[in-house]
Nanobody, 122 residues
């Protein structure tokens, strides 16, 4: 079965950078991978996704220009590089995988990690 394990979360100050990693097990290389986040009291929201080749990449408007998603298919890993972090980026970040070649739709991501907390102080 597919397993996704996130790492790299933590407490940072506004303006800092942080990189999240996701290690995938038993996942076909063609799977779309991505990141969602959920802030306290808010609905879960799409952050970024990437197809297996890196040719298709999508970002939410709230992170576009600040976050970069990438993946290493050799090591079955995905990354989310976050720069210019803001307090409103505070959330639990989830690594996700989908059988779809590329998608941004939450309902298409059937595999989720446990999440890693990112807290940005002002």
């Amino acid at each position: 079965q597919v397993e996704l394990v996130e790492s790299g979360g933590g407490l940072v100050q506004a303006g800092d950078s942080l990189t999240l990693s996701c290690t995938a097990s038993n996942i076909p290389k063609y799977y779309c991978m991505g990141w969602f986040r959920q802030a306290p009291g808010k609905e879960r929201e799409f952050v970024a996704s990437i197809d297996w080749s890196g040719g298709y990449i999508g970002y939410s408007d709230s992170v576009k220009g600040r976050f970069t998603v990438s993946r290493d298919n050799t090591n079955y890993e995905a990354y989310l590089q976050m720069t210019s972090l803001k307090p409103e980026d505070t959330a639990v970040y989830y690594c996700v995988a989908s059988e779809a070649v590329f998608t941004k739709m939450e309902e298409r991501f059937g595999h989720w990690g446990q999440g890693t907390q990112v807290t940005v102080s002002s």
